[in-house]
T-cell receptor, first 112, second 112 residues
Framework: EDKVVQSPLSLVVHEGDTVTLNCSYEVTNFRSLLWYKQEKKAPTFLFML????IEKKSGRLSSILDKKELFSILNITATQTGDSAVYLCAVESGGGADGLTFGKGTHLIIQP | DAGVIQSPRHEVTEMGQEVTLRCKPI?????LFWYRQTMMRGLELLIY????????DSGMPEDRFSAKMPNASFSTLKIQPSEPRDSAVYFC??????????FGQGTRLTVV
C-alpha cells in the first residue's frame, strides 16, 4: 500500500521566519511528487517534482526531491501571515493519471 | 473557465438518508477524481473516471457509495444509506491526464 508521511503535523512560527516542511513516501512505481496549499477550501497546486536534486522555485517557496532517500522538502522563506495554510504532499504512482496518494498535511500557522 | 464546480457546498442530513454530491469538471479535462478528506485519514482517493468510464473504484469504502459520470461535464457521488462516519469534506478534481489535478471547493457533509 502506498504511503505518504508528512512532518510536522502542525507548526507555528513568527512572520519572517523560514520553515521547512517534510514529506517522505513509500510507493510502488513512483512517477512524481506534488505539493499543494490548502487554505480554506480547495487544495491549489504549488509544485510537481519528478527528478532528484533539481530545485523548483516560486517566489519565497522552493522544493526539492530526493528519490534515493524517498523524501521531499518544501521551504518557505520570509514567511507572511498569508502563508498560513495546510500544505499537502501527494505522490503519483503507477501508470497514467491514476490519482494521487496524499499525506495528512502540515498545518502551518504564521503569527504576526 | 470557472474551475471545478461542486454542489452543494454544505449538506446536513440524518442517518439513513440518501445523499447525492454533484461535480462539473473543467471543460476539456478527461479525468475526474472523487476524494474524501477527514482529520483522521487526510485526503483519500475514492474513485476516478477517464473519458466518463470508472477506472479504479478501490477507494470506495463500501457498497453504500456509488459514483456515476453520465457525460463529460457531470458526475455524481451517492451515499445510500448515509451514516455519521461518512461525515467529511468530499472533493471532486479534474485533470487532462497529467498529475496536476484541479480541485473543486468541496462539499462538507455532516450526517447526524
Amino acid at each position: 500500500e502506498d504511503k505518504v508521511v508528512q512532518s510536522p503535523l502542525s507548526l507555528v512560527v513568527h512572520e519572517g521566519d523560514t520553515v521547512t516542511l517534510n514529506c517522505s513516501y513509500e510507493v510502488t512505481n513512483f512517477r512524481s511528487l506534488l505539493w499543494y496549499k490548502q487554505e480554506k477550501k480547495a487544495p491549489t497546486f504549488l509544485f510537481m517534482l519528478t527528478s532528484s536534486g533539481i530545485e523548483k522555485k516560486s517566489g519565497r517557496l522552493s522544493s526539492i526531491l530526493d528519490k534515493k532517500e524517498l523524501f521531499s522538502i518544501l521551504n518557505i522563506t520570509a514567511t507572511q501571515t498569508g502563508d498560513s495554510a495546510v500544505y499537502l504532499c501527494a505522490v503519483e504512482s503507477g501508470g497514467g493519471a491514476d490519482g494521487l496518494t496524499f499525506g495528512k498535511g502540515t498545518h502551518l500557522i504564521i503569527q504576526p | 473557465d470557472a474551475g471545478v464546480i461542486q454542489s452543494p457546498r454544505h449538506e446536513v442530513t440524518e442517518m439513513g438518508q440518501e445523499v447525492t454530491l454533484r461535480c462539473k469538471p473543467i471543460s476539456g479535462h478527461d479525468y475526474l477524481f472523487w476524494y474524501r478528506q477527514t482529520m483522521m485519514r487526510g485526503l483519500e482517493l475514492l474513485i476516478y473516471f477517464n473519458n466518463n468510464v470508472p477506472i479504479d473504484d478501490s477507494g470506495m469504502p463500501e457498497d453504500r457509495f456509488s459514483a456515476k459520470m453520465p457525460n463529460a461535464s457531470f458526475s455524481t457521488l451517492k451515499i445510500q444509506p448515509s451514516e455519521p462516519r461518512d461525515s467529511a469534506v468530499y472533493f471532486c478534481a479534474s485533470s487532462q491526464g497529467d498529475p496536476e489535478a484541479f480541485f473543486g471547493q468541496g462539499t462538507r457533509l455532516t450526517v447526524v
